[in-house]
T-cell receptor, first 113, second 111 residues
């Protein structure tokens, strides 16, 4: 058990759908992250939250909308995605931003048709 | 963006052989981490190195942080099939809020 759980593990959606990815951490960490992992590309940081406040937004298109209602939960709302958005979306947490170890969830494999 | 280049990108070796993976950057990091990712799972931390020149050993794995804290290497002795996976280095920015990940090395150990 990693302490970080992501749901769903797999998601297939059309370009006009609206869906959400969920992440929950049971480690008492203050920082949570969304990463995108595509084939042949480094892990791309999308968003960073510290104590429910967004501290980084790496030029991510507005069709991705994060939400952090509390320090244990992180969502990624998806709307009118493109096929090139198909990837593995990884959630991670750490004690504080940019410090310590990143604990990753198992990821949500997203396919956009 | 602080780019971390890993080499080689792909590596396929026989069980029992030794190998080294490199992680290079032009940026200085406060610390550097190595992760291993298996198919269908998220990356899992192997080690964190903090001091320039530091060497850490984890059973058959040896990690080194460059003196200038810009690069690192991972050496595996007598590779086993269980070592198969994607190896990722990640640098912690000295001033920022994030970890920068390398391009990854996909290792396959053939029995």
């Amino acid at each position: 058990e990693t302490g970080v759980t992501q749901t769903p593990r797999h998601l297939v959606m059309g370009m006009t759908n609206k869906k959400s990815l969920k992440c929950e951490q049971h480690l008492g960490h203050n920082a949570m992250y969304w990463y995108k992992q595509s084939a042949k590309k480094p892990l791309e940081l999308m968003f960073v939250y510290s104590l429910e406040e967004r501290v980084e937004n790496n030029s991510v298109p507005s069709r991705f909308s994060p939400e952090c209602p509390n320090s244990s939960h992180l969502f990624l709302h998806l709307h009118t995605l493109q096929p090139e958005d198909s990837a593995l979306y990884l959630c991670a947490s750490s004690q504080s931003t940019g410090r310590g170890e990143l604990f990753f969830g198992e990821g949500s494999r997203l396919t956009v048709l | 963006t602080q780019l971390l280049e890993q080499s080689p990108q792909f590596l396929s070796i026989q069980e029992g052989e030794n190998l080294t993976v490199y992680c290079n950057s032009s940026s200085v990091f406060s610390s550097l981490q190595w992760y291993r990712q298996e198919p269908g799972e998220g990356p899992v931390l192997l080690v964190t190195v903090v001091t320039g020149g530091e060497v850490k050993k984890l059973k058959r794995l040896t990690f080194q942080f460059g003196d200038a804290r810009k690069d690192s290497s991972l050496h595996i002795t007598a590779a086993q099939t269980g070592d198969t996976g994607l190896y990722l280095c990640a640098g912690a920015s000295r001033t920022g809020n994030q970890f920068y990940f390398g391009t990854g090395t996909s290792l396959t150990v053939i029995p």
